[in-house]
């Protein structure tokens, strides 16, 4: 069974530009999550959707940050501008369901660093 | 709201000892709990979760943890480490019933030396 895919897995940019992440679920799995990991904290989450309908997106910077899962299948995650303090790892994760029992599995994630 | 705190975040160890991972929870409903692992430049695997029933869990690679409710506790062992478990651990907390919204801890780094 593959697993959840990101993609680039890195990104280099400049602050004020704008960037784009990818994430394709486990076959199967309703439930998406985007994380956001800052180097040496634990993963937080950015937005939660269940099929195509946002369920959690309450520390989502709305400001510069969007995510759509259109078809409720894939994913983008994009930052616009990007500013210093967004550099971080992306991850990205799906479940079958949104029950808290339910295992999260976690794609690579994607490294961005903003210069 | 639920937090997570991971009281250590460097453990090293020698090969071949035993090793414990501290994770302290803080909520006001019921929760179940989870500890992940992260490879270098990996996603995080499960190892292992706490939904009901006994305390004592058994996980992959030979970990287990014991949820203690009344030390609001889940702490990890493993009997005897190998090299190949130096990783970043990750302690993490749901509210059952809830949105399947996980908190995590700040990650513990453990170190082991040959």
């Known amino acids: 069974e593959a697993g959840v895919a990101q993609s680039p897995r890195y990104k280099i940019i400049e602050k004020r530009q704008s960037v784009a992440f990818w994430c394709n679920p486990i076959?199967?799995?309703?439930?998406l999550y985007w994380y956001q990991q800052i180097l040496g904290q634990g993963p937080k989450l950015l937005i939660q959707?269940?099929?195509?309908?946002?369920?959690?997106d309450s520390q989502l910077p709305k400001d510069r940050f969007s995510a759509e899962r259109l078809k409720g299948v894939d994913s983008t995650l994009k930052i616009q501008p990007a500013k210093l303090e967004d550099s971080a790892v992306y991850l990205c994760?799906?479940?079958?369901?949104?029950?808290?029992?339910?295992?999260?599995?976690f794609g690579p994630g994607t490294r961005l660093l903003v210069l | 709201a639920q937090s997570v705190t991971q009281l250590d975040s460097q453990v090293p160890v020698f090969e071949e000892a035993p090793v414990e991972l501290r994770c302290n929870y803080s909520s006001s409903v019921s929760v179940y709990l989870f500890w992940y692992v992260q490879y270098p430049n990996q996603g995080l695997q499960l190892l292992l979760k706490y939904l009901s029933g006994s305390t004592l869990v058994k996980g992959i690679n030979g970990f287990e943890a014991e949820f203690n409710k009344s030390q609001t506790s889940f702490h990890l062992r493993k009997p005897s480490v190998h090299i190949s478990d130096t990783a970043e651990y990750f302690c993490a907390v749901t509210q059952s019933g809830g949105y399947n919204k996980l908190i995590f801890g700040a990650g513990t780094r453990l170190a082991v030396h040959p």
């Open positions: 076959s199967g799995h309703a439930t």
């Open positions: 994760a799906s479940s079958l369901a949104p029950r808290g029992q339910e295992t999260q599995y």
């Open positions: 959707f269940q099929n195509n309908g946002v369920v959690d």
